[in-house]
Every structure is written in structure tokens, then in C-alpha cells.
Nanobody
Framework: QVQLVESGGGLVQPGGSLRLSCAAS????????MGWYRQAPGRQRELVAT???????IYADSVRGRFTIFRDNAKNTVYLQMNSLKPGDTAVYYC???????????????WGQGTQVTVSS
């Protein structure tokens, strides 16, 4: 019904930049929230940044000022621009969206498959 496809992960040196993207497709009526979470080995999944359709955002303290989330609502796509990357940012990054499907009466959370980001020299 709904699929989230992520891209843009990879290996980058400390201080470098990466941009992640996540495109939602399928029987989508509306998307209220799109965002990014990450999970490092041995740690719980944590919120990185989210953006509502209104444009309001939430950032984790650890990334505020370095990461920027933005959306293209016409393309059902969310991006995460990551600058000044640190080794501590190494994790699998997951896209999440709150999507109403069909006629809009059913709303659920959908997750992408994850994309690896490794920050290392």
C-alpha cells in the first residue's frame, strides 16, 4: 500500500556533509509528519528531526544547528541535510511518516528500510 524509499547514506569523513532523502509512494491521502530517526549499534532508536506538513520542526539537541530537515510536499519526499558530521552521528538512519491512506480515514506510521551513515576518517 505505502512504501518509503530512502537514499543518500554512505561513508563520510568527520566535518563532511551528506543529504538523505525519503520518498513515499502508494495509496496516500495525506502525510502529516515526516521525519528521521537513527539507531547506532547497541543503542535505542532515537529521533533526529521531524517536520509537520505545516512546516514546524523538531530537532534532537545533538543535531540542532548542524542538520536541516525539509520537505517537498508535492513529491511526498523528506530530506535531511547533514553538515559538520561527527563520528557520533554514525548510525542507521530511518525515515518515518504518518500517513493517511485511501479516503483518509485510516492513519498509520510507516518506516523506511534504513540507510547506513558512517562518519570516519
Amino acid at each position: 500500500q505505502v512504501q518509503l524509499v530512502e537514499s543518500g547514506g554512505g561513508l563520510v569523513q568527520p566535518g563532511g556533509s551528506l543529504r538523505l532523502s525519503c520518498a513515499a509512494s502508494g495509496s496516500i491521502f495525506s502525510i502529516s509528519v515526516m521525519g528521521w530517526y537513527r539507531q547506532a549499534p547497541g543503542r535505542q532508536r532515537e529521533l533526529v528531526a521531524t517536520m509537520r506538513s505545516s512546516g514546524s520542526t523538531i530537532y534532537a539537541d545533538s543535531v540542532r544547528g548542524r542538520f536541516t530537515i525539509f520537505r517537498d510536499n508535492a513529491k511526498n519526499t523528506v530530506y535531511l541535510q547533514m553538515n559538520s558530521l561527527k563520528p557520533g552521528d554514525t548510525a542507521v538512519y530511518y525515515c518515518k511518516a504518518v500517513i493517511a491512506i485511501g479516503t483518509g480515514t485510516v492513519k498509520a506510521d510507516y518506516w523506511g528500510q534504513g540507510t547506513q551513515v558512517t562518519v570516519s576518517s
